[in-house]
Every structure is written in C-alpha cells, then in structure tokens.
C-alpha cells in the first residue's frame, strides 16, 4: 500500500513538474473584422508563449475565379527567433479587394504556430466569410509591397519604410525636405523669419542669428510632426482645421498689427514684471530673451502659413495609417520638417552675420518687413474671400508703398547712386500695382499673371469655344455627390481633383498647371470633378477618408467602370510637362 500510494505522489509531482501546453483553439484565436468602408482585419490573438512562423502565414480565396482579387498588407512586424521569422505579437493582415462585382466571398487563412515551451502546432487553417461590396472595390489600395502593382508616387514613398533600414529612410525624407523647401509652402516664413531677425538690432551675431533660426525650424519641424501624425493615425489634420474662416481672419488681423508695429506707431512686447520674471529664471535674458515667442511664432507658421500636402508628406502619412507605428514615420516627418527649414537656418545665419551696425538704415528695413507681413496678411485672407477682392487689395499694399517710396516725386538735381536706384525699384512697383488694379477690375485670379483676361480676350476666336481654352469642373462636396457623379461619367474616364480655398498648391495647379495649352487638350478627354475640401466638415472628411486622401491637392482617376485606377494618383503640386506625362500614362 505504501509502494502504491509513492508511486501515486511520484506521478503526481513529475506531472505537476511538466509544463502545461494550450489547446490549439486557447492558443490561436483568429479573427476577421472590418476596419473601415474599404479595409477588412485578420488578427491572430495569441496565447501565452506562443508565436507563429511568418512564412507559414498564407491568406488565399478559396475560390480564385469569383472575380475578385484580394490585396494582403502586413502590419505586424516578425522577428528572429532560432533562425526563423516569427511573429511574437498578435499578426495583423489588411485587406483590400480590386475586381467586379459585390458578393460574399471566403478567405482561408493557413498558419502554424509554436509554444516556447517546447511544442509546434499542426498547420491549422480558418474559414471566414467576407461581404465585398462596390464602394469597397472602388477604394481598395492594393498591397504596396506587390512586384507587378504598379504605385502611385506617394505610395511608391511609402514602400521606401518597408525597407527597415532607418538611417536609409531618414536620409531620405531629409533630401525630400530640402526639395520641398523650394515650394510655396516655405517662402512665407522667410519674411516671418528674417523680422525676427532684424528685430534684435544691436544684439544680433552669426551665432545668435543661427540660434534663432534653429529655434524656429525646430518648433515648425515640432509642428508639422504632430500634425502628421495625428493625420495618420486618426484622419485628423490639424492643418486643415486651422483654415476655418474665423482662424484666418484672426491670424491676418495679428499680421497686420505686426506690420503696424514695423511702421512704428506702436510698439508690442511682453509687460515689463514678465520680461523680469523670465530673466530671473533663465539667467541670461539678453542671450535667450524671445526665445519662447520664436518658437511660437515657428509653430504656428508651420500650421496657419504651410498648409500643403506632398507625395513625401502622403507617403509618410500612409504608412503611419496602415502600421500604427507613429515612431518611425514621425521621426521621417521631423526629419522632412528639418530638411525643408535648411533656407531658414542659411537665411537666419547669414543676417545675423552680414548685419551692419545699427542705424537709420534699421528703420527701412523694418518698414520693408512691416510691408512683407502685410503682404503675408493679405496672402492668409486671399484663401476665403474671393479672388477679385485679393487682387485688388495687392494692388493697393504695392501702389501706396511705391508712392511712400516717393515715385511720384521729382528726384533732387544731380542725384545718383542708391537714391536713383532705389526709385526705380519704386516705378516697377507702382507699374505692377497698377496692374494688378486692372486684373482686379477685369476679373483676373492670378496676381502673377493680372493681365490674363486680356490674353484671353485676344486668344479666344470665340465665347462658344472657351472650354477649348480652359478646364471646367464639376464641383461636389460629399462622397454622396461624388458617387453620384461618377455613376453619371459610366463609360468615361473620370478626373477627381481635391481642392481647397486654403491650399496654396491648390491654387498653383489652377493657375499654372490646368492653363497650358497641352494640359488642357488633354484633361477635356476626362470628365472633370472637382472635390471641394475648404469647409473641412464632416462631409468633407468622410469623402477624403473614402478615397484615403489626408489633404489636398490630390487627383484620382476612374476607369470608364467607375473603379479607380490603381497607382495613378497625384499628390501634390506638378508643374505642366510633368503633370502631362502622368495623363498620358493613365490608360
């Protein structure tokens, strides 16, 4: 009995000392859900210690000849473990679907998986049902990662993080940064900047004057990473948000009082007891005094002044979408950010540096800054009143600053020199204020072209064939209005423009790209759509999150079948030869 009862005890501690493995089903759960109007989820949750091997993981239809194709994206990153890539965090698969026809379709998924225990699961396999409708084959992003897919550009940046080589990718969105400083999204901020600048007077230096400048381009670089990301994980742009009507109006009106002060009727600075109060804490106000105001002012330049998607831009924004991993895409962000405020530091240091000895001189550079931030006021205000009114209000900022200059009087007997020079300078400026006077009262958009009706008038043979001469679209504002206008085109081709008052690219595609002769000839081949974006309201939103566009400019093309046409899209602004190489490569 005693033997009986020690071998029991024996059994029971050598069982008690065997490691407990899970049941197949506690230790992989797979899941299907749907994650937005055209994406699916497979998710495999996980058990305790257990992983799954990365190329044992297959997604297929179970019935390839139903006409839809499926598009695998993977989301999770695997690991190395004993030589093989494994999966030690729930994987995750994105779906898309490309074909004809809305129907229920089934999906296996295969994989096998193992315990860090010691044991390795049968390869298991799991059936779910999927309803694909219309709009989803509409929206589907195919997987960036296919070697036949053909990528748009910004999807095409997107791959570049699939790489994993960061340095590779941060060198990359540098680069990409220091092209975009060449854009209109980065000039205003000069003016911003250089008033910076020469407001320090006396206390400025090369080092001082790089000191500032980098405290501007980081807090602009803070900027645009936190809008990025927010943009990409939640569809949320804070950039887009801050064109509201009332924030423009509010912005413009701080402009101006800053160019009124550069005119020096009044002076804005901090109440003496703060300007005390930061001294006894920073220890060296004459060193880091403004400091906090540059920043600000960096900041909120890069949110209010540069609103401006790019493919760069969307490429990041896609990635940080589809990943989740905001880390890494907005590092690239911040990186981008840098790369584009590489003018700003030049520019910074060199007036820090070449800036002469105080004087009388500094009072007409300040009026000149004083006119620029005027010129940036009128610039935020031209995004929500209407084009006319723009221009004329150009007109009026350059003609009273040419006749400030003194243009209309007589030059002293025997002056030469900087004098001379300076009134010339003065008569080209009244000469194109007055211009632009004329293009204001003849209905001009451009105020660099204002004599554009006037070109026209002479160029057209005829008010009957001015579409010739021009692209006109049709406007919608919801995803409603878009469908419907699309299901209108069925047999044509569709152009879908994304368009916002606000976006300063926007504008330089319509008042550059969409008037070439070329350009024109052949977008009247599409039928023409254009999705207005200013209001950024819901519906507004949910069309862009549709059609996953984070902001605008971006143009989509559809098949004569109202699908889109995958890996055409347009991101950003393109000059005329190269926005006609890509019409002529959508087929």
């Known amino acids: 009995?005693?033997?009986?009862?020690?071998?029991?005890?024996?059994?029971?501690?050598?069982?008690?000392?065997?490691?407990?493995?899970?049941?197949?089903?506690?230790?992989?759960?797979?899941?299907?859900?749907?994650?937005?109007?055209?994406?699916?989820?497979?998710?495999?949750?996980?058990?305790?210690?257990?992983?799954?091997?990365?190329?044992?993981?297959?997604?297929?239809?179970?019935?390839?000849?139903?006409?839809?194709?499926?598009?695998?994206?993977?989301?999770?990153?695997?690991?190395?473990?004993?030589?093989?890539?494994?999966?030690?965090?729930?994987?995750?698969?994105?779906?898309?679907?490309?074909?004809?026809?809305?129907?229920?379709?089934?999906?296996?998924?295969?994989?096998?998986?193992?315990?860090?225990?010691?044991?390795?699961?049968?390869?298991?396999?799991?059936?779910?049902?999927?309803?694909?409708?219309?709009?989803?084959l509409q929206s589907a992003n195919p997987d960036v990662s296919s070697s036949n897919a053909t990528l748009s550009e910004s999807d095409e940046i997107a791959a570049i993080f699939e790489g994993g080589n960061i340095v590779a990718i941060l060198a990359a969105f540098f680069g990409f940064g220091l092209f975009l400083a060449l854009t209109p999204c980065v000039f205003p901020m000069i003016p911003i900047l250089s008033s910076i600048i020469v407001s320090q007077g006396g206390r400025m230096s090369a080092k001082r004057g790089f000191f500032l400048s980098l405290v501007y381009v980081l807090a602009m670089a803070m900027a645009y990473t936190l809008a990025g990301i927010l943009a990409g994980l939640f569809g949320s742009n804070i950039q887009a948000a801050l064109q509201d009507p009332i924030v423009l109006t509010l912005f413009t009106m701080i402009f101006v009082a800053l160019a009124i002060s550069m005119f020096g009727?009044?002076?804005?600075?901090?109440?003496?007891?703060?300007?005390?109060?930061?001294?006894?804490?920073?220890?060296?106000?004459?060193?880091?005094?403004?400091?906090?105001?540059?920043?600000?002012?960096?900041?909120?330049?890069?949110l209010i002044v540069g609103p401006c998607i790019a493919p760069p831009l969307a490429g990041a924004l896609i990635y940080i979408g589809q990943t989740g991993d905001a880390l890494l895409g907005g590092a690239a962000l911040f990186v981008m950010s840098l790369g584009m405020g590489v003018p700003l530091l030049v520019i910074g240091t060199g007036a820090g540096k070449f800036m002469p000895r105080p004087g009388g001189w500094m009072t007409t550079v300040t009026?000149?800054?004083?006119?620029?931030?005027?010129?940036?006021?009128?610039?935020?205000l031209s995004r929500i009143i209407p084009e006319a009114v723009s221009m004329f209000l150009w007109a009026v900022l350059l003609i009273v600053s040419a006749v400030y200059m003194g243009v209309l009087?007589?030059?002293?007997?025997?002056?030469?020199?900087?004098?001379?020079?300076?009134?010339?300078?003065?008569?080209?400026?009244?000469?194109y204020g007055v211009a632009l006077l004329y293009g204001a009262l003849t209905g001009a958009g451009n105020p660099l072209n204002p004599l554009e009706q006037l070109h026209r008038d002479h160029t057209s043979v005829a008010s009957?064939?001015?579409?010739?001469?021009?692209?006109?679209?049709?406007?919608?504002?919801?995803?409603?209005?878009?469908?419907?206008?699309?299901?209108?085109?069925k047999g044509k081709r569709v152009l879908v423009d994304f368009y916002a008052d606000w976006c300063t690219s926007c504008k330089e595609l319509e008042h550059v790209t969409f008037k070439d002769p070329h350009v024109i000839q052949k977008m009247n081949e599409f039928v023409l759509i254009q999705a207005d974006v200013?209001?950024?309201?819901?519906?507004?939103?949910?069309?862009?999150?549709?059609?996953?566009?984070?902001?605008?400019?971006?143009?989509?093309?559809?098949?004569?079948?109202?699908?889109?046409?995958?890996?055409?899209?347009?991101?950003?602004?393109?000059?005329?030869?190269?926005?006609?190489?890509?019409?002529?490569?959508?087929?």
């Open 409 to 431: 009087e007589p030059l002293k007997e025997g002056t030469r020199g900087f004098n001379a020079l300076f009134k010339g300078f003065g008569v080209v400026i009244l000469l």
């Open 1 to 136: 009995m005693k033997y009986i009862i020690f071998m029991i005890a024996l059994i029971g501690s050598l069982m008690a000392a065997m490691p407990s493995f899970l049941m197949p089903d506690e230790a992989f759960k797979p899941t299907v859900i749907k994650t937005n109007d055209t994406t699916y989820e497979i998710r495999i949750e996980l058990g305790k210690d257990i992983y799954v091997y990365e190329d044992r993981v297959k997604i297929r239809d179970l019935d390839p000849d139903d006409g839809i194709d499926i598009h695998v994206k993977k989301l999770s990153k695997a690991v190395k473990h004993d030589n093989d890539m494994v999966y030690v965090e729930p994987p995750r698969f994105a779906l898309t679907f490309s074909g004809s026809g809305a129907k229920k379709i089934d999906v296996v998924l295969e994989y096998q998986g193992c315990s860090e225990q010691g044991l390795c699961y049968n390869p298991m396999e799991e059936k779910f049902t999927i309803d694909v409708d219309n709009s989803m």
């Open 367 to 380: 009026k000149v800054f004083g006119v620029m931030m005027l010129g940036i006021a009128i610039w935020m």
């Open 534 to 587: 200013t209001k950024n309201g819901d519906p507004q939103k949910a069309l862009m999150k549709a059609y996953h566009i984070f902001g605008p400019p971006a143009i989509l093309f559809f098949d004569q079948h109202g699908a889109i046409i995958k890996g055409k899209a347009i991101v950003g602004y393109k000059a005329p030869r190269e926005f006609l190489e890509l019409l002529n490569a959508v087929e």
């Open 265 to 302: 009727f009044f002076e804005i600075g901090i109440p003496q007891s703060w300007q005390t109060r930061i001294s006894k804490y920073s220890g060296k106000a004459g060193e880091q005094g403004g400091v906090v105001g540059v920043a600000i002012m960096g900041f909120l330049s890069a």
């Open 464 to 489: 009957s064939s001015r579409t010739a001469h021009s692209v006109v679209f049709t406007k919608v504002y919801s995803l409603q209005e878009l469908e419907l206008e699309i299901a209108k085109a």
